[in-house]
């Protein structure tokens, strides 16, 4: 258990140790496997998340424009219908006050109680008036019906009262006016049969005006109200009002159409403000309608939507890190570790073909050795045929003791020989039936992944007409090997390797490994084949490889040529016997 | 037991001759393949060749095979500094005796004694 620590950290952040086998390092087939690990990982991430990050962002760019733009439309509707009411509102009083005045006439509303009798019906049929009055066309007010005791006031200097002498019909902003309470004025101007105008005039609760606009109200943050053209507030605001009474938002332009438009308050919050101008068919009003609503209220649904979608988005990717993650790390740690089997097993190929190299030195030293020592001990034996054949020396035991300790000290000798010539025995050929085209592909198997990465090209051509070879199935493996892993040095990547084999009579094969790397110069291909020559830098190779290669060859009774252009590649030929004469074990 | 050595170490092959004449046997010297050849060749006639293998010219397997052509009747046994290993290949009968070098007197003689069919004995030097 107490393990399980670093076991997590490296599944999060792998080791890829190497410590103390640099000697490995040439047969790696990635050099560095935190960089692979960590492009692994960055490229399953890419294709794995990005996709996922741009659908969702096209998702919130299409469906915010797409709430955008029907909380603009569903604002535009409520401001709509608020116009149309409001404007129903004054036109029906209009209306009302034009009927009475075209009906009755001057001198019937302007005689005592009549006025009082038309407030009476008004209000019972309309509601919402305060007061009725009629004024001459100096603006005297002569006949007057409600609560207030106003007659004889000269209104002549009123807004209202210089509009109503330009039109048929006028529409007062909201104003405290005489009585000292909020009122809007509505009034309708006649001719009396003198030629001389008179005014009809009611007064108008802004109660019943704020109760209609109220009622278009809906959720907490929709404020609906009126202002004049200057800005002020007709109708109070909930939100939107200053200390002035003005609105706190701009004054938007002039309109006939009822619009919506995105805009921000004084504190920076996006808001959608619908506005209308009012006018009725009767007379023009100096009144704007706005509707305005918080953008935030109106996005909840989205927004609660959105931040959903975040945390599965946020999930999702979390888990997809981390799978991929796991999942890189487990699959480069396996290729690390294959690759590390892999370039153990060629280092101790390679170790190996040096200790064939030293057991053929050692037979060779022994076999050099063994000749003189066959003439010492004939020698010596000699003299202790002749010691037992004379008489003279027959009795001497003494000297045939000497002469045996020189055949004793041979035969040690032959002893050590023979144990240098029985290492070497190790390596002798062991014939068995190999197929060529089976053992080319076990060695390419090698390489793939070194081939794929570099992006080298390699092809097989190894007709079904040639036959089983009768040969010794290690050494012919290591020859492969070892050309292969020559020209996968030589070449850089993006190359070909070509490997071909043909007949060559009856008896014999001939296997082509061809590449199109660097080359060999013309001075050197002369000394390929000697043991300990090499091109590459101290340390880097031994100069043993092709040395071995061509030792290997010569002992399953072949031969081996090369032939080389700097600059356009190398072609090894190996030339081996169908059937190899079998060994003579002694 | 006429016997022909054949080895280009020709102090070695020399010793070993009169080794062999002490012990009873009629042993004849060649230094060289191409010399032991020419002496079958000749007409002459041996019941065993000693044959180093490995000689410059005509090595010991070579000319066992030519020998063996001319003399069919002819025995051979081979010496070899490679002691018991063979890293080379023969074509020749199998059954061949092979002796490793430095020598042992007894089993050369042993092996003569085989070769010559029946207990013709080769006697101790000095008997």
């Known amino acids: 258990m107490t393990q399980s620590p670093n076991s997590l950290l490296s599944s999060i952040w792998p080791q890829f140790s190497r410590n103390g086998e640099e000697h490995l390092n040439p047969y790696y087939t990635f050099q560095d496997y935190r960089q692979t690990w960590g492009m692994t990982i960055f490229i399953l991430m890419t294709t794995a998340l990005l996709p996922l990050i741009v659908m969702a962002l096209i998702y919130y760019q299409l469906t915010e424009t797409s709430i955008n733009t029907e909380a603009l439309l569903r604002t535009e509707r409520l401001a709509s219908n608020t116009r149309r009411a409001v404007t ?15 009906e009755m006439g001057y001198d019937r509303l ?28 100096n603006g005297t007010q002569v006949a007057y019906a409600g609560p207030f005791n106003l007659e004889g006031k000269d209104y002549s200097d009123q807004p209202w009262f210089m509009e109503c002498q330009q039109h048929d019909a006028c529409v007062s902003e909201i104003f405290s006016g005489y009585r000292d309470v909020p009122h809007i004025v509505v009034a309708v101007k006649s001719k009396r049969p003198d030629g001389h105008f008179f005014v009809l005039r009611a007064t108008l609760e802004t109660e019943r005006l704020i109760q209609t606009l109220s009622a278009f109200k809906t959720g907490e943050h929709a404020d609906i109200f009126l202002i004049n053209r200057d800005g002020l507030l007709q109708t109070p605001s909930q939100f939107y ?13 002039y309109s006939d159409r009822t619009k919506a438009v995105l805009s921000s308050d004084r504190s920076g919050l996006p808001i959608i403000v619908g506005y209308a101008f009012i006018d009725t068919k009767i007379a023009p009003t100096g009144f704007i309608l706005m509707v305005v609503k918080q953008k935030a209220s109106m996005m909840k649904v989205w927004l609660d939507l959105r931040s959903d ?3 599965f988005l946020a999930i999702s990717a979390a888990s997809i890190a981390i799978v991929i993650t796991l ?51 004939e020698t010596a034996g000699y003299v202790k045929d002749l010691f037992l054949i004379k008489e003279q020396y027959k009795e001497d035991t003494e000297l045939v003791e000497h002469i045996d300790t020189i055949i004793e000290a041979v035969e040690r000798c032959g002893t050590i020989t023979r144990q240098l010539l029985g290492f070497a ?45 009768e040969t010794d199935r290690g050494k012919l493996q290591q020859i492969i090997l070892n050309l292969v892993n020559n020209a996968f040095q030589a070449i850089n990547n993006g190359c070909i390797l070509d490997i071909r084999a043909e007949m060559d009579g009856p008896e014999q094969v001939r ?55 700097t600059g356009e590649g190398t072609t090894f030929v190996v030339t081996l016997p169908v059937q190899t004469k079998k060994e003579i074990q002694a | 037991m006429k016997v022909l050595l054949v080895d280009d170490e020709q102090k070695f092959v020399l010793m070993l001759a009169k080794r062999l004449e002490l012990r009873g046997l009629q042993a004849d010297v060649s230094f060289s393949g191409q010399n032991a050849l020419e002496r079958i060749e000749r007409g002459e006639r041996f019941d065993v060749a000693i044959l180093d293998v490995k000689m410059p010219g005509i090595g010991g397997i070579e000319l066992r095979r030519r020998m063996g052509l001319i003399d069919p009747r002819m025995k051979f046994v081979f010496l070899t500094g490679h002691g018991s290993n063979m890293d080379y290949t023969l074509g020749a009968n199998e059954a061949e005796d092979y002796l490793p070098k430095p020598l042992k007197i007894d089993e050369l003689i042993e092996t003569l004694n085989r070769l010559a ?7 101790e030097p000095g008997n």
């Not at chain 1, 129903?88 to 075209?102: G, P, S, W």
């Not at chain 1, 009549?114 to 305060?130: A, C, H, I, Q």
């Not at chain 1, 081939?451 to 089983?468: F, G, H, K, Q, W």
Request: charged share 20%; proline share 4%; aromatic share 6%.
């Open chain 1, 425 to 469: 025995r190790r390596f002798d050929i062991q014939t068995q039936s190999i197929d060529l085209k089976e053992m080319v592909t076990d060695v390419i198997n090698f390489h793939k992944k070194e081939a794929e990465y570099r992006n080298i090209a390699i092809s097989v051509d190894i007709p079904e007409t040639i036959p089983l070879i």
């Open chain 1, 511 to 565: 296997l082509f490994i061809r590449d199109n790397g660097c080359g060999i110069s013309e001075e050197h291909l002369g000394k390929v084949f000697e043991p300990f020559f090499t091109t590459k830098k101290e340390g880097q190779g031994t100069g043993l490889g092709l040395s071995i290669t061509y030792g290997l060859v010569q002992k399953l009774h072949g031969n081996i040529a090369v032939q080389s252009k």
């Open chain 1, 327 to 377: 999942t890189s790390t487990v699959m480069v740690n396996r290729i690390f570790h294959a690759d590390r089997e892999k370039a153990k097993t060629m280092a101790l190929a390679e170790q190996n073909c040096q200790l064939a190299s030293i057991g053929q030195l050692a037979a060779g030293v022994a076999h050099e050795i063994n000749n003189p020592l066959a003439l010492i001990n």
């Open chain 1, 88 to 102: 129903f509102f004054l036109e029906e009083r209009l209306a009302a006050l034009t009927f009475t005045v075209n």
């Open chain 1, 110 to 137: 302007t005689r005592p109680g009549v006025l009082s009798e038309v407030l009476r019906n008004l209000k019972l049929g309309f509601g919402g008036l305060t007061d009725l009055s009629v004024m001459a066309d």
């Open chain 2, 117 to 123: 069919e029946g207990p013709q004995a080769v006697p």
């Open chain 1, 241 to 253: 009002a200053d200390p002035s009474r003005h609105v706190s938002l701009s004054v938007p332009a």
């Open chain 1, 309 to 311: 979608i975040n945390w």
